[in-house]
């Protein structure tokens, strides 16, 4: 049984117009969340993270929102640039886990010029 | 600063064979875990080494072993190799207390290691 969703393979947005990037949970024990990019022959590179007294965090163009009642993220990027183009994991982990954090399957994001 | 490296990247290896494959941590952290991706899949967790100990382990077998040096660097090591062990072996480091720091930065990935099994 997944406990982190992402029900969207892939995406495709126009340059310049906002990405968003869902992810859905089932373990209300999760705590905190991270959202990595994975380009094609290289390790998932950590983008933003949010813990769950937060429903917001922001980092330059790159947005994460938190919906603890509906165990619900995302991730907004705002203006998509075509070097986004990316597969996108969500993970969570909680403070019972420790350090080990439960992966989506990932979303492909291609930003097209 | 040097990030994580992974070697071999691509490995093929027979059914029923052993295989280690190695990781170099990120300079000043202390923490490696280990993760499966296979094709299609999210990053599954196997485990986590802290001062060359186990400190956790996802859903798989036994036949899955690790090993961490004084250095932080770390093996992991799959015995009895099945056609499913085919997938993508990722090594991330981490500081112990990566969820404590507040800085959120999670894990550096290395590239992996790339397992076939045939």
């Known amino acids: 049984d997944q406990q982190v969703k992402q029900n969207s393979p892939s995406l495709s947005v126009q340059e310049g117009r906002i990405s968003i990037l869902n992810c859905d949970y089932t373990?209300?024990?999760?705590?905190?969340f991270l959202w990595y990019k994975k380009y094609p022959a290289e390790g998932p590179t950590f983008l933003i993270s949010?813990?769950?007294?937060?429903d917001k965090n922001e980092d330059g163009r790159f947005t994460v929102f938190l919906n603890k009642s509906a165990k619900h993220l995302s991730l907004h990027i705002v203006p998509s640039q075509p070097g986004d183009s990316a597969v996108y994991f969500c993970?969570?982990?909680?403070?019972?886990?420790?350090?080990?954090?439960?992966f989506g399957p990932g979303t492909r994001l291609s930003v097209l010029p | 600063e040097t990030g994580v490296t992974q070697s071999p990247t691509h490995l093929i290896k027979t059914r029923g064979q052993q295989v280690t494959l190695r990781c170099s941590s990120q300079?000043?952290?202390?923490?490696v875990s280990w993760y499966q991706q296979a094709l299609g899949q999210g990053p599954q967790f196997i485990f986590q080494?802290?001062?060359?100990?186990?400190?956790g382990r996802g859903n798989f077998p036994p036949r899955f072993s690790g090993l961490q040096f004084p250095n932080y660097s770390s093996e992991l090591n799959v015995n009895a190799l099945e056609l499913d062990d085919s997938a993508l072996y990722l090594c991330?480091?981490?500081?112990?207390?990566?969820?404590?720091?507040?800085?959120?930065?999670?894990?550096?990935f290395g590239s992996g290691t790339r397992l076939t099994v045939v």
């Open positions: 991330a480091s981490s500081p112990f207390d990566v969820l404590g720091t507040g800085g959120g930065y999670g894990y550096t």
């Open positions: 373990n209300s024990m999760f705590d905190y």
């Open positions: 949010i813990s769950s007294i937060k």
């Open positions: 993970a969570a982990s909680s403070a019972v886990s420790g350090q080990n954090f439960v």
């Open positions: 300079s000043g952290h202390n923490t």
């Open positions: 080494y802290y001062r060359e100990e186990e400190n």
